[in-house]
Every structure is written in structure tokens, then in C-alpha cells.
């Protein structure tokens, strides 16, 4: 189904439309063609303007940070906006560059943990110093990577930009999330970490996919206590956000695609829930987004896929286990197209209420074979012996009959016992876990596996039983109920799986 999604405090709208993703692409996106001399490269800091700072390593630098040579604010002037007519004022403030990492041939999601943790500590300490200084009324902090995404330099790097001013849409965020006296973005925590949109968790900090993003696999960060900016979050919770980018940048990895993260906290005197939005560029806005507003992503983020959940899809993993994962010309494309060219059977499809309704019914009907097998078990060993509504009406003999006419046939028949039990138990059991684990996440392949198993199992034991006269109510009326159940169930799951949006 084709949604229009409100934001969840702004009056902001988006399109969620999966066939969009299914477009035919006329045009090749061109790779980002890397300069002979990399500016940021050890070696070359004479051609960058003079150091702020460095985390040393060794003779050389682990992180550096220095102005960047194209600012597009500048500190050398400020005066207050004119008043009357059409309203300017310089662009004053101050535009820096932390390059990331010393080795050119690493991105931000090669590095360790304890390298994002460091990076995450320069990032608190620019902040800290640049909010100090006078005029400055807003430090933004960024990141690009890929040409999608704004790159102009490949070594991989994070960018500052002070303003004199804060920006509006900033304002309106921070209006919209204390509506009614309490923080909206708190709420909606404890909201979303009980859905489908709940994509990663760590002990003081939670990704979620929005309600309504705009991007594809579009993540926001949050801490779960109410901070207002970084430096108000405790160096032991700092480690664990390190511990949290470290597990979204290893997504977006995966996925190999341009994307662009920012942090958004309160500026001096506002009240507003400090975090890190994430946006993939996997699509490129047109003139309909540009001319209304309302963006149009054909991902939706309860999609397993959406939720990051799904980013090794079939040919990841195949390049994977083939050791070729990096090796592969590196292109920028979709999850959501990588995954259409799969096998039908073999996709992870978005879940509906069919599918799952449908599969609680197989589980149940599973249930009621591993209650069958137990019954079977247990008379085996107690004075009844015979199968559940197995009389003298079916057979002549019973247990202390069979042990006085052959104790040797007694135990050959108990051990058959126990063994058709045993099968019939692990039979339930698979198509439980398949049903629950599988068919319920919307795997086709799943579903065929949980039908096969039953199908085979009856398909041979059945026909016999007719034959030999013991096809009995009371015999079979648990299979039977189980039976109908299960095929309800497998019928209804199958429908929700053809057709994901019905």
C-alpha cells in the first residue's frame, strides 16, 4: 500500500512507496574520481591551513583538525543583521575539518572502536571550545561520504561550521519537541523501541528507523536519558555510543552506499533531546520533492531490510563466503534493488497481517503435533502401551499379551514406539521454530520447509492406516484438528507472502 506519513512532531510529510524502488535507472552514476595528491594525506599538512590540533600516533597523527581551506563562513568580520529591506549580515564563523584517520585507504567504518570513541571525544572537544567563543550561536557538525553525498575529497573526514545565528528549522524541531512540557523525542523512545522501526540497541542508546523517513534506511540515534548535548553525556555512555556508531557505520558498510550524518543537540538556553540522524543517499530528489516538500522513499522502515536488519542480503553473503566482499567493483546500489533480483522464495518480504496470523496458526498446528508425539511417548511406558484410541476393536492384543506371547516382539514394538514418537516430535518442533522464526519474517523459503515436512510425514504414514483400518476419530482426531489448523494457516501465510501489501 501506498502511504502519505506525518513526521512525528513536525508538519512535515512523506511518501512511502515501495514500487518507486522499482524504477528502470537510464543513468550510471559516475564514481568519485580521486585527486593524484590527497590534501589530507601525512606528509602533505603544508597544504592545509595551519593545524589546530592533532591526536599524535607515533612520529605522526592518528586524528587532525585544521581550517578548511574553501570555508564557507569566515571569521574576520561580524555585525548584526540590517534592519529594514532585504535583511543580510556577513557570513561569519568558523569552518573546520577533522580528518578521521591518518591511512587514505580507510573510510570511517573501517575503524575500530576505540578510533570512533577518540574521534567522538574531538568532536566534544571542538564543540566545547568553538561554543565559547563570542558571536557563535550554533556549531554544526557533519559528515559526507560519497559523491551522493557532497564529497569533494575521498580521505575520509567530518566538518564544522559555526553560525551566528541558529537555523530555523533547528528552532522549529526544538518547538515541535517540547509541545505540551514534556520531551517528545523521550516519548517517542519508548515508543519505538517496542515496534518493527527499532533497528539497533545498545545499552544507553538506540537507532531507530523513523516513522516517517525520508531516506532510504534512514537511522536517528538516540541516548535513552534525556541529554541536551554531547558534553553533557558521561565519558562510560560516550564508550557506548562509540559501541553504537561502530554497529551503524558496519550497516552502511554493507549496504557500500554515500550517506550523510549529523548531530543535532540544544543551543545555549534551549531544552531539547540530543542525537545523530543518519540518511543514506540511495535516491536522488527530483522536482516533485523540490517543488512539494514531501519526499517519496521506497523503503518502508518496518521492512526487516529497513530496519538494517536484512543488509546481507543473498549476493553480500555470497561475496562473502567467496572472500571477494571489497574486491568487487564498488557500486552504490540499493538493498532494496539487489534484493528484487533474488529468488522470489529466498526474499525477505515486508510482513503483513495474513503472514502473521498465519503463521501462529502453523505454529499452533505444530504445537498440536509435538502433544501427539508426548502422548505417544508417555502410554508407550505405562499399562495402556497402545496408541492413543487404539482398542480391542483394532487389535487383540495388549501389553501384558505381547509380553507373555514374546517379550523380544514387546520390546521391538516399544522401541518403534519411541522412535515414531521421537520423529513426530522433531517434526513438530521444526515446523514451530520455521513458522514462528521463518514464515512470521516473511521468508518464503521458510514456508516451503515448514509445509514440506508435514506433507512428507503424513503423505507416507496416513495412507496405511486406512488401509489397516485403525483411521479412527479417536486415533487420529488430534492429527486431523492439527491438520485443518495447519493448512489454514499455511494457505493464509501464503497468501500475505504473494502479495506483501494486501
Known amino acids: 500500500m501506498i502511504e502519505l506519513r506525518k513526521d512525528y512532531i513536525l508538519d512535515r510529510w512523506v511518501i512511502i512507496s515501495e514500487g518507486r524502488g522499482k524504477r528502470p535507472k537510464q543513468f550510471k552514476k559516475q564514481e568519485t574520481m580521486q585527486d593524484a595528491t590527497c590534501f589530507f594525506c601525512p606528509g ?270 543473498w549476493k553480500v553473503i555470497i561475496k562473502r563466503l567467496q572472500g571477494q566482499i571489497r574486491g568487487e567493483a564498488k557500486s552504490s546500489k540499493s538493498l532494496n534493488s539487489c534484493c528484487t533480483s533474488m529468488p522470489k522464495w529466498g526474499r525477505i518480504q515486508m510482513v503483513n497481517s495474513k503472514v502473521k496470523f498465519g503463521s501462529l496458526l502453523m505454529l499452533v498446528a505444530a504445537l498440536g503435533f509435538i502433544g501427539y508425539a508426548i502422548i505417544f511417548f508417555v502410554r508407550n511406558f505405562t499399562d495402556a502401551f497402545l496408541e492413543l484410541g487404539i482398542t480391542g476393536a483394532q487389535v487383540d492384543k495388549g501389553k501384558d499379551a505381547i509380553i507373555a506371547f514374546s517379550p523380544a516382539l514387546y520390546n521391538y514394538i516399544s522401541h518403534l514406539h519411541v522412535a515414531v514418537s521421537g520423529f513426530i516430535f522433531a517434526t513438530g518442533l521444526a515446523v514451530a521454530g520455521l513458522s514462528w522464526y521463518g514464515v512470521r519474517r516473511g521468508q518464503m523459503w521458510a514456508w516451503v520447509f515448514a509445509v514440506a515436512s508435514p506433507v512428507v510425514g503424513l503423505a507416507i504414514a496416513l495412507p496405511l492406516h486406512y488401509v489397516y483400518g485403525i483411521a479412527t476419530i479417536g486415533h487420529l482426531g488430534l492429527i486431523y484438528l492439527a491438520t485443518v489448523i495447519f493448512v489454514i494457516g499455511a494457505v493464509l501465510s501464503l497468501v500475505g507472502l504473494r502479495n506483501p501489501r494486501s
Not at 602533505?44 to 589546530?52: A, G
Not at 556549531?139 to 580521505?155: D, L, M
Not at 517496542?194 to 537507532?207: D, G, P, Q, S, V
Open 44 to 313: 602533505n599538512e603544508s597544504m592545509t591551513p595551519p593545524e589546530i590540533g592533532r591526536i599524535a600516533q607515533g612520529d605522526g597523527w592518528k586524528i587532525r583538525w585544521f581550517p578548511n581551506k574553501f570555508a564557507a563562513v569566515v571569521p574576520d568580520v561580524y555585525a548584526a543583521p540590517n534592519k529594514g529591506g532585504l535583511i543580510t549580515m556577513p557570513a561569519f564563523g568558523y569552518h573546520e575539518v577533522i580528518a578521521e584517520t591518518s591511512d587514505h585507504t580507510k573510510q570511517l567504518w573501517d575503524l575500530s572502536q576505540e578510533d570512533l570513541l577518540a574521534l567522538l571525544r574531538v568532536y566534544q572537544a571542538r564543540y566545547r571550545e568553538l561554543m565559547q567563543r563570542k558571536n557563535v550561536k550554533y556549531v554544526q557538525v557533519f559528515k559526507n561520504h560519497g559523491r551522493e553525498a557532497g564529497t569533494s575529497i575521498i580521505h575520509t573526514h567530518t566538518q564544522l561550521v559555526t553560525l551566528p545565528i541558529i537555523p530555523p528549522a533547528l528552532l522549529q524541531e526544538i518547538r515541535a519537541a517540547n509541545k505540551g512540557g514534556k520531551c517528545q523525542y523521550c516519548e517517542i523512545i519508548k515508543q519505538e523501541s517496542k515496534t518493527e522501526r527499532k533497528a539497533i540497541e545498545t545499552e544507553h542508546f538506540i537507532a531507530i528507523c523513523p516513522y516517517a523517513s525520508r531516506f532510504n534506511y534512514e537511522l536517528w540515534i538516540f541516548p535513552k536519558q534525556h541529554y541536551k548535548t554531547m558534553l553533557d553525556i558521561p565519558p562510560e555512555t560516550t564508550k557506548d555510543l562509540s559501541v553504537m556508531m561502530s554497529r551503524v557505520l558496519g550497516k552502511l558498510k554493507e549496504l557500500d552506499c554515500a550517506f550523510n550524518y549529523y548531530l543535532h543537540y540544544a543551543p545555549a538556553g534551549k531544552n531539547f533531546h540530543f542525537h545523530i540522524k543518519v540518511a543514506p543517499r540511495m535516491s536522488t530528489w527530483a522536482g516533485f520533492e523540490f517543488s512539494s516538500d514531501v519526499v517519496i522513499n521506497s523503503v518502508r522502515p518496518e521492512d526487516p531490510a529497513g530496519r538494517c536488519g536484512c543488509v546481507l542480503c
